[in-house]
């Protein structure tokens, strides 16, 4: 996937509605791979980012993942 991306550094500052969908998908990806990592607040934003992937109709490819 190529397009103009931003990273989660200047994402922060963004709202999740304002991401594009490349950028949720991207960074859910990311985030999925490295969740044995991740401190309670990575878990708790990569849940932001499910959730707002969920709000738009999309799929998470989150088969397990529970609300």
């Known amino acids: 996937m190529y397009f103009n ?3 989660l550094q200047h994402l922060q ?5 304002d991401w594009k969908i ?5 960074h859910h990806q990311t985030m999925s ?8 607040e990575g ?3 990569h849940h932001k980012i499910i959730d707002e992937i969920k709000r738009r ?9 529970t609300d």
Request: net charge negative.
């Open 22 to 26: 490349e950028e949720l998908e991207l």
């Open 57 to 65: 109709g999309g799929d998470t490819g989150d088969t397990n993942f």
């Open 5 to 7: 991306e931003r990273n």
């Open 13 to 17: 500052d963004v709202q999740l509605k």
């Open 43 to 45: 878990v708790s934003y």
């Open 33 to 40: 791979d490295l969740s044995p990592w991740l401190n309670a």
